[in-house]
């Protein structure tokens, strides 16, 4: 059974940077397919960064630039990289996990709880 519990959230200033972590744990290899999603309420939910099999990545444009996706190099904690924090990035952010594929194949049947993110002007 594949499991996904995020940390790292929290309140950081404009400019700031945060790294948010989601340990992964129930997959025989590390070439899982994996995003991250955020949410604010009332809003949709908004797919932000996905990493594919091989390792290749894609970002919405929200993000592109200052947020990088990661996995280590054993597979067992994903990574959201944000940098140059902006008040519009507060939200709930989620990661979630999908079958050993290929962008844009990815797809998202295994989330997290969810970690808050504020960010202050």
């Known amino acids: 059974q594949v499991h996904l519990v995020e940390s790292g959230g929290g309140s950081v200033q404009a400019g700031g940077s945060l790294t948010l972590s989601c340990a992964v744990s129930?997959?025989?290899?590390?070439?899982?397919?994996a995003h991250w999603f955020r949410q604010v309420p009332g809003k949709e939910r908004e797919g932000i960064a996905h990493?594919?099999?091989?390792?290749?990545?894609s970002y919405a444009d929200s993000v592109k630039g200052r947020f990088t996706i990661s996995k280590d190099s054993a597979g067992k904690t994903l990574y959201l990289q944000m940098t140059s924090l902006k008040p519009e990035d507060t939200a709930i952010y989620y990661c979630?996990?999908?079958?050993?594929?290929?962008?844009?194949?990815?797809?998202?049947?295994?989330w997290g709880q969810g970690t808050q993110v504020t960010v202050s002007s």
């Open positions: 979630a996990s999908g079958a050993y594929r290929a962008l844009p194949e990815c797809d998202s049947p295994f």
């Open positions: 129930g997959y025989t290899y590390r070439t899982y397919c």
């Open positions: 990493i594919g099999r091989e390792g290749s990545v």
